[in-house]
């Protein structure tokens, strides 16, 4: 299929509006069981006993807030030297996106950092470059609120955005450059993951999961872009009123 059609705002949106129906039901289903085996499949940890479980939810979450930045940024840039209006939708959306799984890897961690470390919150490394990247996800939103123009403000949000990606390696390396509270890496130790197979094969399923639940929610948050950007144009009118 012609990538430039795909890129077509009328083409995406009318294409996409079953696809997004048929992906919310098939990923709660897979949440469904992603939970089950998290909570009462996998086997209690020797250690930290079932306070472990919010990992499933926890890691996936953290994964995701990374990876939903870069997309934003990799996107914020086609759309600046390309000027593609599906990317320039596809960046901003990425923001609420990646405020939420942002916002869910903190509040998880705090929770699981209580029985672990003894308390909720401690100012390492890991920690608080996640929490700036949920204040750049906050200000990308904030800025492209403040812009009457749009496609203006997608070109400011997306240089943010750029800029903002010297803070992954930040988080992703933390633990490895710093003294830390925060475990190290345990899925990314492909010769010798520090999990257990049993307490792995969840984890790796609930990244999945994630993936395409962040799928599900950026074709959503898409289509909604669109709509706001075309809803006076002729094309779009006579969609809805078909």
Not at 76 to 82: D, E, K, T
Not at 171 to 180: A, D, F, L, P, R
Request: glycine fraction near 4%.
């Amino acid at each position: 299929m012609n990538i430039s059609k795909i890129a077509n705002l009328k083409f995406f949106y009318i294409k996409t509006q079953k696809i997004s129906f048929f992906l919310s039901i098939f990923t709660l289903v897979l949440f469904i069981i992603g939970i089950y085996w998290g909570l009462y499949i996998a086997p209690e940890d020797y250690l930290q006993g079932n306070s472990y479980r919010i990992m499933y939810v926890h890691v996936p979450a953290a994964w995701l807030s990374l990876q939903t930045y870069i997309i934003m940024a990799v996107t914020g840039f086609i759309a600046l030297v390309w000027k593609i209006k599906i990317m320039e939708i596809t960046s901003i959306q990425c923001a609420p996106i990646g405020a939420f799984f942002t916002i869910i890897a903190l509040v998880t961690g705090m929770i699981w950092g209580k029985p672990t470390w003894g308390t909720y919150w401690v100012w390492d490394a890991r920690l608080t470059s996640e929490l700036i990247l949920l204040f750049l996800y906050v200000g990308i939103i904030v800025l492209y609120s403040a812009f009457n123009d749009k496609r203006q403000a997608v070109k400011i949000t997306s240089l943010l955005a750029i800029v903002g990606l010297i803070n992954i390696p930040i988080i992703h390396y933390s633990v490895e450059w710093w003294n830390t509270l925060h475990q190290g890496p345990t899925v990314t130790k492909f010769d010798k993951p520090s999990a257990h197979i049993t307490m792995l094969l969840p984890l790796l399923y609930m990244f999945i999961v994630f993936n395409i639940y962040f799928l599900t929610v950026i074709i959503k948050r898409v289509r909604l872009g669109i709509y706001m950007r075309e809803k006076n144009n002729k094309w779009m009118e006579e969609y809805l009123n078909d």
